[in-house]
């Protein structure tokens, strides 16, 4: 069950039993650079950031829920409050068209305990849901098998192969 917090289009925050999301905001800077500096994190995601593309990325993303309404959200635990991981929704264009992506990476110490799952299943629920967007897609690496598996339980279906940013990924989606 979600519940959320006050938005204007996609909720600002949320809250799942293992898991707690707030709207990005430049505050979370550091804990985004430290996430970009990770090789582990980033071995799936174009590789570690110097500084100035963390700086772009949070910007760009800041742009991203000005002008959409919706987002990237910083995960916590409940407990300690701790970020453990970014969840969220964007558009991406994807061999021509215009998508809407799910997307999530976790600190690695947070790994395989179904938590990017669950952050994946609320983003489905809120595109879907809060947003009316009729498809939702999810990009992954051929071999990132544990975001492929993520994906599945989160009821995307493997399309296609694709060309994204000059890679060879695989497209999930919703049906």
Known sequence: MIVMGPSTL??????LPRLTAERLGEEHLPFIRR???DPRIMATLGGV?????TIGYLSRNLAHWAEHGFGIWILREPGTGMPIGRAG???VEVEGADEVEIAYALCPEFWGRGLATDAARACVT???EWLGTPSL???VLPGNLASQR??????LAREREVLYR??????????
């Open 89 to 91: 929704l964007r558009h």
């Open 150 to 155: 993520v994906l599945h339980k989160a009821a």
């Open 166 to 175: 000059g890679l060879k990924h695989l497209l999930y989606r919703t049906d």
């Open 35 to 37: 996430m970009d500096r």
């Open 49 to 53: 950031r110097a500084e100035a593309e």
């Open 126 to 128: 809120i595109g879907r």
């Open 10 to 15: 996609a909720p600002a925050t949320f809250s």
């Open 137 to 139: 897609v999810g990009l």
